[in-house]
């Protein structure tokens, strides 16, 4: 449970701010890290509980609760040197590929919303306050526990989504791939 508690205070720490800009060698990197990342988080045993393809390349929205305690699985099980060196080929570290990833999410999911009828907008708006109120939670109180960050991530599920505006012309130029790419984690 401390090692829960210390991967969360991490990961929340990497979630310094609201609608960080990516710029396009983050999204290309991410682009390719993340098939790499799902193949070996399948490769190991340990983590058939996890699913990183979902967490990090998520259409759908996110349950926070697996986003915060997906690296602490992955500390917990003596993991994270190799998964962190696996994210460093990229140009990554763990958190920050975490961070990168619900900034694509939710800047795809701003281009694909416009398309949606208003019940699908909607659902889409609440998938990406879930990828949000990590932030938010974590922006508001510093380090929580889990119990209390839950209670921020419901919190913050009505509020706005502030999604970079640079992000969503960004992550337009590469829609085609990123829906391929998705599709294939689904």
Do not use: C
């Amino acid at each position: 449970m401390k090692a829960l508690i210390i991967s969360m205070s991490l990961l929340a720490m990497s979630f310094s701010s609201f609608a960080q800009d990516i710029t396009e060698n983050q999204l290309q990197s991410y682009i390719k890290a993340l098939p790499a990342v799902v193949n070996w988080s399948k490769s190991q045993p340990e983590l058939e509980s996890v699913d990183l393809g979902n967490m990090l390349g998520s259409t759908d929205g996110v349950d926070t609760s697996v986003v915060m305690s997906a690296l602490g699985h992955i500390k917990e099980h003596e993991l994270y040197t190799e998964f962190a060196a696996l994210t460093q080929q990229y140009g990554f570290t763990p958190e920050q590929l975490v961070t990168v990833g619900s900034e694509v999410s939710m800047a795809y999911l701003e281009n694909v919303k416009a398309t949606l009828s208003p019940e699908n907008q909607a659902r889409v708006n609440q998938a990406m306050s879930g990828l949000q109120s990590l932030t938010a939670s974590s922006a508001s109180s510093g380090t929580r526990s889990m119990t209390g960050a839950l209670e921020g991530v419901k919190e913050a599920s009505n509020a706005p989504v502030d999604v970079s505006e640079n992000n969503v012309n960004l992550v337009k130029e590469y829609m085609p791939q990123l829906k391929q790419l998705f599709a294939l984690l689904q």
